[in-house]
């Protein structure tokens, strides 16, 4: 199987949900003083929340683009790229610390994620 063909795929999916998460960090955090229903109908109204969601919607294509491709078995694992994405967000925008025993997490997902890669 010619996996490193999809790997672009595979980033731009990450990429995408990163930055997903981000637009609904960004969208959860200018309401979260509000409760209740309003806090919904103010969510469902707000730009960072709705980019959010219309991002997922294009990542969600590339997803299954990728499932009809490559096998889930496969496929699902190297969705641990989202998850190095993420916490480099997390550090580099919301500034968030980010400890030894996480990086250690981080190099076991690259690590897998390099054998998947290689396994023929």
Do not use: C
């Not at 990728?66 to 694992?77: E, G, K, Q, R």
């Not at 990086?103 to 690590?111: D, P």
């Amino acid at each position: 199987m010619a996996l490193v063909k999809w790997i672009p795929f595979f980033l731009a999916s990450a990429a995408l949900e990163t930055a997903t998460q981000v637009f609904l960090k960004k969208g959860a955090d200018v309401h979260s003083r509000t409760g209740g229903v309003r806090y919904y109908i103010k969510l469902l109204r707000n730009r960072w929340v709705v980019g959010g969601i219309l991002l997922y919607l294009v990542e969600m294509a590339i997803w299954i683009v990728l499932l009809a491709n490559i096998p889930l078995s496969i496929a699902f694992p190297f969705t641990g790229i989202q998850k190095i994405f993420m916490i480099a967000v997390a550090v580099l925008i919301f500034r968030e610390k980010v400890t030894g025993t996480e990086w250690l997490g981080i190099a076991t997902i690259s690590a897998g994620i390099l054998l998947i890669i290689s396994s023929p």
